[in-house]
């Protein structure tokens, strides 16, 4: 069975552009969830998407967007970049049932300049 | 979600068993204790997770003391491609409470050496 796939796994932007992030979860997976990563902050809970709808939201921007297709692959969207969005972006997936196991992508390493 | 607590770091060496504690001494009746390990610069991977019962699995071994305020993970038999961080994390039960979002800490760096 495939495991999660996020694409791009690079990724250099400059400040004040936009930059979208794919995911695609394990089959049969319907919660995509999506992390970022610092040296600073650690690993924090950016959003989850579950049947195409938002169901948990982090402490993150509003320039911090994101979206589920109906095959339940994932995109997320950050607009108006900052030096500080430099991160490792980590999406996983699960059946999203009660505490179902989240299984995690390699991620997407965004640099931004 | 309960706090966990876990030492910064730990060195093992290899053939030998690995021993990582976590203390969760606020874990509400409900809550499930969850491991993850993160090897440098990749996604963190899925280990195992347990309730109240020891737990066993291809991988690792869980044990939750009795009044469930600290667990261990223990890998049998580390190696050198068991060198990674690896957190301990207890997950909210309640659906209202975002049971979907996993919050890590800043984890265990366990140094396997030769």
């Known amino acids: 069975k495939a495991g999660v796939t996020q694409t791009p796994r690079y990724l250099i932007k400059t400040r004040g552009q936009q930059v979208t992030l794919s995911c695609s979860p394990i089959?049969?997976?319907?919660?995509v969830s999506w992390y970022q990563q610092t040296p600073g902050q650690g690993l924090q809970f950016l959003f989850e998407?579950?049947?195409?709808?938002?169901?948990n939201k982090g402490n993150f921007p509003g320039r911090f967007s994101g979206r589920q297709f109906s095959n339940s692959r994932s995109e997320m969207n950050v607009s108006t970049l900052e030096l500080g969005d430099s991160a490792l972006y980590l999406c996983a997936s699960s059946f999203g049932g009660y505490q179902e196991t989240q299984y995690f992508g390699p991620g997407t390493r965004l640099l931004v300049l | 979600d309960a706090k966990t607590t876990q030492p910064p770091s730990m060195d093992c060496a290899e053939g030998r068993a690995a021993n990582l504690p976590c203390n969760h001494s606020t874990i509400s009746g409900n809550e499930y204790v969850y491991w993850y390990r993160q090897i440098h610069s990749q996604g963190p991977q899925y280990i195992i997770h347990?309730?109240?019962n020891n737990e066993t699995n291809e991988m690792a071994s869980l044990i939750i003391t009795e009044d469930r305020k600290s667990s261990t993970l223990i890998l049998p038999h580390a190696t050198l491609r068991d060198t990674a961080v690896y957190y301990c994390i207890v997950r909210a039960a309640m659906m209202n409470s975002g049971y979907s979002t996993l919050t890590f800490g800043k984890g265990t760096m366990l140094l396997v050496s030769p």
């Open positions: 089959s049969g997976h319907r919660s």
């Open positions: 998407y579950f049947s195409e709808t938002q169901r």
């Open positions: 347990g309730l109240k």
